[in-house]
């Protein structure tokens, strides 16, 4: 009977998971080196990843607090000529506590769950000039969240609310020139799980300019059918560099459900000469232009601030703050906290 | 309910056993996933180059006090620390040289400089992957780029001013503006080298190596390096055969690499040493095939005169076995090379 009863707790499907992940990371760490000619399996990049987050929700008068633990492994695989490819896997296990506004695939506020962050085989064995086939959960290539990385942090822009989707089990096809970049993808619009949804689709695209430089354009379009939402998108991103300052601006337009859409994002950043520090403040602007109602706007103003001392820790605070709300629902303050620690 | 089972303590717990197992190790505040190869700058920088190769290792808190010491008053800062990567710029499956991007503090934050490096770890040249300032242009600007070209790690170091942490510009047409950020790509350059010596010291050998082989045996398509080749035992069989106490080549730095075929044969091999050669030390590789025979010889940086170099010219192609054979030093030289690569053959 107690076998019974831990053979159930082991074969529940997150547990499963965790041991399917954790046995190819001991198989991953366990490999061999060798020389330059040999079979190269070192390149391994493989770090614990834990962080605390506390959020202050003042509508609901109520606090929250999520605790994040995961592995962070990069590990490039390379032949005897040259790179074949790139295995990217963040899988964290997340428990939250009363975390009122949550992604949709948390079932509740309470909800705790194995999260797949980034989680996909970048294969590049076509040579340095030739296009590289990812395949696995990647952030969809659109605006300007394809640049900058914000996975695990406070800092936010526009693909959830603007796209229904964060990140996506799918394929694409990425690479760069030496003045493009580009990624077309096309994913099966499950987010965090494979299972799908019959004729849910997710088709997007970034084609941008060389990041090296101060002044970054791209250009991306999206198309999408998850459950009874389609959407299209048409989104022009820009970053500005001057100095220790930043200006990062996106603007996407197209349509949901066939009403017009029009989003917004502009942010101005600072770093300190060291870059330990960073200071942001964002604005993200929504709209829809509801079938004989005119035009409903929300707009959402963010200010944060993220303190990395050393390699290890990230010390973060955000306050973000609703300026208005679609069919002028309450407005909401949400101030979060968050410490990081990576091993 | 499952968080009843698998608490997040005990996920720390099974987590911090899993990294030891695994091998944790240096960690860096950026998750991984933000990495990215500089293909853009391989391409630039090594615009013949078909493939390249990932080599990464762990730039620790020991090369960073190798770098204040051989570096005053310059060190690596935090986030200079932890995995980094030096790519292999390969064409036809031979390597060119390195890319190695390291990031420099100045006063408009991190400048991330993509330096390439020759085989001999030489600067090629440098692309600039990130840069705030406003003077990026003028650093950027081939005028300014030349002056680190084919320049090794002790001649930037003679481009430093007396403080040792700025560019001495005498020679230099740059804007006074751009003079900081031209100080920050030359501590930068002088870091990458050293970094470089320092972590990736025996896979730029076995590149180099690797190199040397496949320009002397076409068919080698494996090159493996032969570690410690030099024994007791050779050095006691190299006097008793050369009844000679030395006659310039420095065993104590000399590498040897066995070539092989498609197929495993084994071609021959590659002996890379110091040689004195009038007075001075020249990095000198003779290949050798299977048969003892001298089939390449050649200065990594070029010979003192090109007379000494028909001097060893006129040993390709020869076998020595004996000093009776030998009518110069060259030819002693010759000899040593193919004794103490033969040994290690018939190992």
């Given at each position: 009977?107690?076998?019974?009863?831990?053979?159930?707790?082991?074969?529940?499907?997150?547990?499963?998971?965790?041991?399917?992940?954790?046995?190819?990371?001991?198989?991953?760490?366990?490999?061999?080196?060798?020389?330059?000619?040999?079979?190269?399996?070192?390149?391994?990049?493989?770090?614990?990843?834990?962080?605390?987050?506390?959020?202050?929700?003042?509508?609901?008068?109520?606090?929250?607090?999520?605790?994040?633990?995961?592995?962070?492994?990069?590990?490039?695989?390379?032949?005897?000529?040259?790179?074949?490819?790139?295995?990217?896997?963040?899988?964290?296990?997340?428990?939250?506590?009363?975390?009122?506004?949550?992604?949709?695939?948390?079932?509740?506020?309470?909800?705790?769950?194995?999260?797949y962050?980034?989680?996909?085989?970048?294969?590049?064995?076509f040579?340095?000039?030739?296009?590289?086939?990812?395949?696995?959960?990647?952030?969809?290539?659109?605006?300007?969240?394809?640049?900058?990385?914000?996975?695990?942090?406070?800092?936010?822009?526009?693909?959830?609310?603007?796209?229904?989707?964060?990140?996506?089990?799918?394929?694409?096809?990425?690479?760069?020139?030496?003045?493009?970049?580009?990624?077309?993808?096309?994913t099966?619009?499950?987010?965090?799980?494979?299972?799908r949804?019959?004729?849910?689709?997710?088709?997007?695209?970034?084609?941008?300019?060389?990041?090296s430089?101060?002044l970054?354009?791209?250009?991306?379009?999206?198309t999408?059918?998850?459950?009874?939402t389609?959407?299209?998108?048409?989104?022009?991103?820009?970053?500005?560099?001057?100095?220790?300052?930043?200006?990062?601006?996106?603007?996407?337009?197209?349509?949901?459900?066939?009403?017009?859409?029009?989003?917004?994002?502009?942010?101005?950043?600072?770093?300190?000469?060291?870059?330990?520090?960073?200071?942001?403040?964002?604005?993200?602007?929504?709209?829809?232009?509801?079938?004989?109602?005119?035009?409903?706007?929300?707009?959402?103003?963010?200010?944060?601030?993220r303190?990395?001392?050393?390699?290890?820790?990230?010390?973060?605070?955000?306050?973000?703050?609703?300026?208005?709300?679609?069919?002028?629902?309450?407005?909401?303050?949400?101030?979060?906290?968050?410490?990081?620690?990576?091993? | 309910?499952?968080?009843?089972?698998?608490?997040?303590?005990?996920?720390?717990?099974?987590?911090?056993?899993?990294?030891?197992?695994?091998?944790?190790?240096?960690?860096?505040?950026?998750?991984?996933?933000?990495?990215?190869?500089?293909?853009?700058?391989?391409?630039?920088?090594?615009?013949?180059?078909?493939?390249?190769?990932?080599?990464?290792?762990?730039?620790?808190?020991?090369?960073?006090k190798?770098?204040?010491?051989?570096?005053?008053?310059?060190?690596?800062?935090?986030?200079?620390?932890?995995?980094?990567?030096?790519?292999?710029?390969?064409?036809?499956?031979?390597?060119?040289?390195?890319?190695?991007?390291?990031?420099?503090?100045?006063?408009?934050?991190?400048?991330?400089?993509?330096?390439?490096?020759?085989?001999?770890?030489?600067?090629?040249?440098?692309?600039?992957?990130?840069?705030?300032?406003?003077?990026?242009?003028?650093?950027?600007?081939?005028?300014?780029?030349?002056?680190?070209?084919?320049k090794?790690?002790?001649?930037?170091?003679?481009?430093?001013?007396?403080?040792?942490?700025?560019?001495?510009?005498?020679?230099?047409?740059?804007?006074?503006?751009?003079e900081?950020?031209?100080?920050?790509?030359?501590?930068?350059?002088?870091?990458?080298?050293?970094?470089?010596?320092?972590?990736?010291?025996?896979?730029?050998?076995?590149?180099?190596?690797?190199?040397?082989?496949?320009?002397?045996?076409?068919?080698?398509?494996?090159?493996?390096?032969?570690?410690?080749?030099?024994?007791?035992?050779?050095?006691?069989?190299?006097?008793?055969?050369?009844?000679?106490?030395?006659?310039?080549?420095?065993?104590e730095?000399?590498?040897?690499?066995?070539?092989?075929?498609?197929?495993?044969?084994?071609?021959?091999?590659?002996?890379?040493?110091?040689?004195?050669?009038d007075?001075?030390?020249?990095?000198?590789?003779?290949?050798i095939?299977?048969a003892?025979?001298i089939?390449?010889?050649?200065?990594?940086?070029?010979?003192?005169?090109?007379?000494?170099?028909?001097?060893?010219?006129?040993?390709?192609?020869?076998?020595?076995?004996?000093s009776?054979?030998?009518?110069?030093?060259?030819?002693?030289?010759?000899?040593?090379?193919?004794?103490?690569?033969?040994?290690?053959?018939?190992?």
């Open positions: 009977m107690a076998c019974e009863k831990y053979w159930i707790k082991i074969n529940h499907p997150k547990v499963r998971a965790c041991i399917a992940q954790s046995a190819c990371i001991v198989a991953l760490g366990c490999m061999s080196t060798t020389g330059w000619s040999g079979d190269y399996s070192d390149n391994l990049r493989l770090t614990l990843d834990v962080s605390s987050r506390s959020v202050r929700y003042s509508l609901a008068d109520t606090t929250g607090n999520s605790t994040v633990v995961g592995l962070d492994l990069h590990k490039v695989f390379s032949g005897e000529n040259g790179d074949i490819g790139t295995l990217t896997t963040q899988a964290y296990w997340t428990d939250n506590n009363n975390i009122v506004k949550h992604p949709g695939f948390f079932d509740d506020e309470d909800d705790n769950r194995l999260v962050r980034i989680f996909n085989f970048n294969y590049s064995g040579g340095i000039n030739k296009p590289r086939v990812r395949i696995g959960h990647f952030e969809i290539p659109f605006g300007i969240e394809h640049i900058i990385t914000t996975n695990g942090t406070l800092r936010n822009y526009t693909h959830g609310p603007n796209l229904g989707v964060k990140a996506d089990w799918g394929i694409s096809v990425n690479g760069e020139t030496s003045n493009l970049e580009y990624e077309v993808a096309a099966r619009g499950g987010g965090q799980t494979w299972h949804d019959n004729g849910d689709f997710v088709y997007a695209g970034r084609v941008g300019t060389d990041r430089k101060n970054v354009w791209g250009l991306s379009a999206y999408s059918e998850l459950g009874e389609t959407r299209n998108r048409f989104g022009i991103d820009a970053q500005w560099y001057v100095g220790l300052w930043a200006l990062f601006s996106e603007v996407s337009a197209g349509d949901t459900n066939e009403q017009d859409v029009l989003n917004g994002l502009l942010e101005i950043n600072r770093r300190s000469p060291s870059e330990q520090w960073l200071a942001y403040i964002q604005t993200r602007y929504f709209s829809v232009d509801v079938d004989n109602q005119g035009r409903d706007r929300a707009v959402q103003s963010a200010v944060g601030v303190f990395t001392p050393d390699n290890h820790w990230a010390l973060s605070a955000q306050y973000q703050a609703d300026l208005s709300t679609f069919q002028g629902a309450r407005e909401d303050r949400v101030l979060s906290l968050q410490l990081r620690y990576r091993f | 309910m499952f968080t009843r089972h698998l608490s997040v303590p005990h996920l720390v717990g099974a987590l911090v056993t899993l990294m030891l197992v695994a091998g944790a190790d240096t960690s860096t505040a950026q998750a991984y996933c933000s990495l990215r190869d500089p293909v853009a700058s391989i391409n630039k920088l090594f615009p013949e180059a078909d493939n390249y190769k990932s080599i990464v290792r762990v730039v620790d808190q020991s090369v960073r190798q770098v204040s010491r051989e570096l005053p008053p310059n060190t690596l800062h935090f986030g200079e620390l932890g995995r980094h990567t030096l790519y292999v710029a390969v064409k036809n499956n031979l390597p060119l040289g390195f890319v190695h991007s390291r990031s420099e503090q100045s006063q408009w934050g991190l400048v991330e400089v993509a330096w390439a490096l020759d085989l001999n770890l030489n600067i090629k040249d440098f692309h600039m992957q990130r840069c705030r300032s406003s003077q990026c242009k003028s650093v950027a600007a081939i005028e300014f780029r030349k002056n680190f070209f084919g090794s790690y002790a001649e930037l170091k003679h481009m430093l001013a007396d403080d040792s942490l700025s560019l001495d510009t005498t020679g230099m047409t740059l804007p006074a503006k751009a900081p950020l031209a100080s920050a790509i030359l501590r930068c350059g002088l870091k990458t080298t050293l970094v470089t010596q320092y972590v990736w010291g025996a896979e730029v050998a076995e590149a180099q190596m690797l190199a040397r082989a496949r320009q002397a045996f076409n068919a080698a398509t494996n090159v493996e390096l032969v570690p410690d080749f030099y024994t007791t035992v050779t050095a006691q069989d190299l006097a008793h055969k050369t009844s000679n106490s030395g006659i310039g080549i420095h065993f730095h000399a590498q040897l690499a066995k070539a092989y075929d498609r197929q495993g044969q084994l071609l021959g091999a590659v002996f890379h040493a110091p040689h004195t050669i007075g001075q030390a020249y990095p000198v590789w003779w290949a095939d299977k003892a025979a089939t390449r010889v050649a200065s990594d940086g070029g010979w003192p005169t090109a007379q000494v170099g028909e001097v060893f010219d006129a040993t390709i192609g020869r076998s020595f076995s004996t009776q054979q030998c009518a110069n030093r060259a030819e002693l030289m010759a000899l040593e090379a193919t004794l103490a690569t033969m040994a290690s053959l018939k190992q």
